[in-house]
């Protein structure tokens, strides 16, 4: 399992909700909090690493203050099927990144409280209000799950301020096609159809 990085279709391919938590699950849910800390991510939603279903994990501990001792994410990190509820407390500007997109960092404008609702990896729901950053990070990392990237919520002038940035992401895909390290476009189409 490793990250993949736009322009990979599995970025724009929408994720099926998990009908049963099983030991596969729990293993990729657990690689996928080593590959977040390993990559000092916020958050690592399951299409970043090419796996088309509802479960992201969220780096709680980096969350907290300087100080606050931080033990590494656990399963309370985990969400499945996660579902926004409510947007409440109007919207706020902030910057934003994602482990697709290594070194791009530009803002875009949240809701900034959200309540979800999410089921954990005992199959137990549970229900979150969020706000600012952690409230960000569940938006950003819902989108993921439904094919949403956040280029597409950026305004006109984070857009254009990305574009040199993702034509090199685009160029570097297509490099890495070419050296064979990415399947061709055909393959990889009929494993992640888009939308
Ligand atoms: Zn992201």
Redesign the pocket.
Same mark, same amino acid.
């Given at each position: 399992m490793k990250i993949v990085q736009y322009p990979h279709p599995a970025l724009r391919h929408p994720c099926k909700p998990l009908s049963a938590i099983d030991k596969d699950v729990h293993l990729h849910a657990g690689r996928m909090l080593e590959l977040m800390v390993e990559a000092q991510g916020l958050?690592l939603?399951a299409p970043?690493v090419a796996l088309p279903y509802q479960m992201f994990v969220l780096n709680f501990p980096a969350l907290k203050a300087e100080a606050e001792p931080k033990e590494p994410p656990g399963p309370e990190c985990v969400f499945i099927n996660p579902v926004i509820l409510e947007k409440k407390g109007g919207t706020v500007e902030g910057e934003e990144g994602?482990?697709? !997109?290594p070194g791009l960092y530009q803002k875009v404008r949240r809701a900034k409280t959200v309540v979800v609702q999410a089921y954990n990896l005992k199959g137990e729901a549970v229900e979150v209000t969020a706000s600012d950053l952690a409230s960000r990070l569940w938006q %950003?990392?819902v989108d %993921?799950l439904h094919g949403i990237? !956040?280029i597409d919520k950026m305004g006109p002038i984070a857009r254009l301020a990305s574009r040199s940035a993702l034509k090199d992401f685009e160029r570097d895909f297509r490099r890495a096609q070419e050296r064979g390290e990415i399947p061709p476009d055909d393959v990889l189409k009929k494993e992640f159809p888009p939308l």
């Open positions: 958050g939603a970043q994602c482990l697709s !997109f %950003h990392e %993921h990237l !956040f």
